[in-house]
């Protein structure tokens, strides 16, 4: 026997959805492994100094990063706490890409953004206003509590790399305003 579904209209996920989801997918993952006790949150500019990164920290709390590439492009960085969930310390690292001018994300942009979201290990493209100017960045979140400065060094430099890279692929290679 055959049985038909209907499909209702599918309301479209937020970037502060997907956060919340991500937020969710990882104090299971940490959970799952974390044994009775969480460790606390880690040191940043500790860790950051081990990875023998420059780094500066802000009046908000998040750090910033300025990666300098062999072809003479640079790309910022920032590491923001984000408190904890689930008792899981989380920190978000992400990299401004592009600004979207006029305030509308146009539909092959958005398609584009997904389409390479869904090709990265370790990255996820996103769109937020930002006082006022629609702006594309490249993230990834991870539990904070067993951090340590090899992985951190990783995810940020990813974070800057695939940035860079969609920067140049959107607004061409002579463009590096981050």
Known sequence: MIRRLTLQPMEIPTMRDVRRWTLAVVALAVAAGAG??????????????????????????????????????SQLVFLQPQGTFEDVSVVEVYSPVMRIADGNLPAALARRLLEASGQRKLTYFGVEEVEGTLMVFCYHNLPADRLDADTLATTLLAVATFGDEMEKEQLGAMSDEF
């Open 36 to 73: 009775p006790a969480a460790a606390a949150a880690p040191n940043y500019p500790r860790l950051l100094e081990q990875a023998a990164l420059e780094f500066e920290r802000l009046d908000s709390g998040a750090f910033r990063v300025l990666y300098e590439f062999d072809d003479g492009r």
